[in-house]
């Protein structure tokens, strides 16, 4: 069973999420690779970082939206709120690539529907790539949301041409589509895997998954007892905070 950091390493309460040393913490605890979340500025650039604001990262103290700021500026807000000592700043995608490109497995979770073009782009020269990357995204029409820009499903339809990718779900949404549903959605998008949230797995969505010839990696597993049962069950990976304890 494959296990990736969820946002890196962050343990629980997350702090330091969706960073470069929260990335190398992940696979210093044992971790094949991590998730990641990606979301645009103003000027256009994918950054990693998960809310549409900066106001939980930064305690309250910057409640900017990231879509309101260029990438300079957003940097220069983390820089003014954490000080040199801290070191917290939002790596570009293109940055994590960089450094960890070639050397595990990235799982990136796509936020705003207005994205999938930006990450297209950002992909399609680095397709050869593609065996150790997973493209995911929640569906906005199933998931309840007050982000006007999340994604949907299909947006993961083009992207699909250049990297494999997941359909993310809660275990509500799941509920709501049924087990047949939401694999078959997936296989007729041609994903290489389902992400549900744990509590979604059961031996229904196990077997209409392994039919369809589908991967399962849920989320988010932080107790080592879950996963034990989510490994005899025939789930193929887990998405942690705590990779060391897993």
Known sequence: MLILGHRGAPGYPRRN???LSSFWKALWSGAVGFELDVRCTKDGQLVCIHDATLERVTD?????AVR??????LSEAM???????????????LEVFDVFGERCFINIELKEHDGADSLLQFLK??????????????????????????PSWANLEKIAEYAPVALLASKNAVTT???KKYTAFASDMGALAIHPQYQAID???????????????AWTV????????????????IITDVPELM
């Open 203 to 217: 031996s229904e969505l196990m077997y209409e998954a392994k039919q369809k010839g589908l991967l399962v990696n």
């Open 177 to 179: 589509l049924g087990a």
């Open 17 to 19: 999420e969706n960073t």
């Open 125 to 150: 020269p680095r397709s050869r790539h593609a065996h150790g990357l997973l493209i995911s995204c929640f569906s906005a029409l199933l998931e309840k949301t007050k982000e006007k820009n999340a």
């Open 222 to 237: 932080n107790d080592g007892r879950i996963a034990k049962l989510l490994r005899v069950s025939g789930v193929n990976g």
């Open 68 to 73: 309101s700021l260029t990438y300079a500026e």
């Open 60 to 64: 309250g103290m910057c409640k900017n």
């Open 79 to 93: 820089a003014d709120i954490n000080g040199p000592e801290h070191r917290y700043t939002v790596p570009l995608l």
